[in-house]
């Protein structure tokens, strides 16, 4: 585990995506545990189970949009801690009978089935609190850090994922389902948000031009949804670690509903292909972040 003991002497080289993404993944759970040490009882251990087994890939934007801007590990480790339990948090919720009423989660039984709901609610709200607690040791300066935190909350409240999570609970009970202009918008605050947040942090730490990278989040947060609805749609559950096939049963509109499931891949190219094309003022050093593009949408969970 390298979140733990982090070296200051850095080589800013790009590395190749599958290493920087495991060891980003490394560096956040570091992070989350160190935040955690000492910390026992019920509500600590569902924290540590919750961000367990993920990919790591919003940690894996942060700690790669901070190489680019000259900024090391050892400075950007808390921000990748904490978008992962940011992350994780919205996923324990996300889980509950209130909202999707999921079994299974990164493949394993979800923190409210292992426990109970109100262990669930608790390391939720706990995972949130503990993100903007690791956002605030960053390695950057005040004001950078004040633009982080408020950025963070942004991304995470009304205005971003909660927003759309808000949004995509309603629309299952609307009398119409929703045209293909709001499930853009709906995902743009349920998934892209934060994801912009992580691609940007390296940028608003450096006090650098955030534009580029947020171009690229944009539309890479949207490839990510429509990768997300071809996999519930081919996707076996024992691979992609939650159970699929949901939105089709509950007769949900979706990327693959509206556009069928040929011409959903075929966006989601493209939308991979712009996200590239708006890393160019960072020519061949970038090159790890169109790796991340195009896993995006080959993953298979």
Do not use: N
């Not at 000259?70 to 948090?89: S, T, V």
């Not at 004040?146 to 009970?173: F, H, K, P, W, Y």
């Not at 519930?232 to 949900?252: I, L, M, P, R, S």
């Amino acid at each position: 585990m390298t979140g733990f003991d982090i070296h200051s002497e850095q080589d800013l080289a790009a590395r190749p995506f599958d290493v920087t993404l495991r060891h980003a993944a490394d560096l956040a759970a570091g992070q989350i545990l160190h935040g955690l040490a000492g910390v026992d009882g019920t509500i600590a251990e569902a924290m540590r189970y919750a961000v367990t087994g993920g990919k790591g890939l919003r940690a894996f934007f942060v700690i790669e949009s901070a190489r680019l801007h000259g900024i090391l590990d050892a400075q950007a480790a808390p921000c990748a801690g904490a978008i992962e339990a940011l992350h994780a948090y919205s996923l324990v919720h996300d889980d509950m009978p209130c909202m999707d009423d999921d079994a299974l989660r990164r493949g394993q039984p979800t923190v409210h089935l292992k426990w109970d709901e109100a262990t669930a609610v608790l390391a939720g709200d706990a995972l949130q609190a503990l993100a903007f607690e690791l956002v605030a040791s960053a390695g950057c300066t005040d004001g950078a850090r004040v633009a982080l935190i408020a950025g963070l909350a942004r991304a995470s409240g009304v205005r971003g994922m909660v927003g759309g999570q808000a949004m995509d609970i309603a629309a299952e009970t609307a009398s119409q389902p929703l045209s293909l202009g709001q499930i853009t918008d709906l995902q743009a605050g349920k998934t892209g948000a934060l994801i912009e947040w992580a691609a940007t942090a390296g940028p608003v730490m450096a006090g650098d031009d955030a534009g580029p990278l947020a171009r690229y989040a944009r539309d890479l947060g949207l490839a990510f949804q429509i990768a997300d609805d071809i996999l519930d749609v081919e996707g076996d559950a024992a691979t992609v670690g939650k159970a699929v096939g949901k939105d089709a049963g509950a007769g949900k509109a979706t990327f693959v509903s509206l556009l069928g499931l040929g011409p959903a891949k075929t966006r989601a190219r493209a939308l991979v292909q712009s996200a590239c094309d708006a890393l160019a003022p960072y020519g061949d050093d970038a090159e790890t972040l169109r790796e991340a593009a195009r896993f995006v949408i080959a993953r298979k969970s």
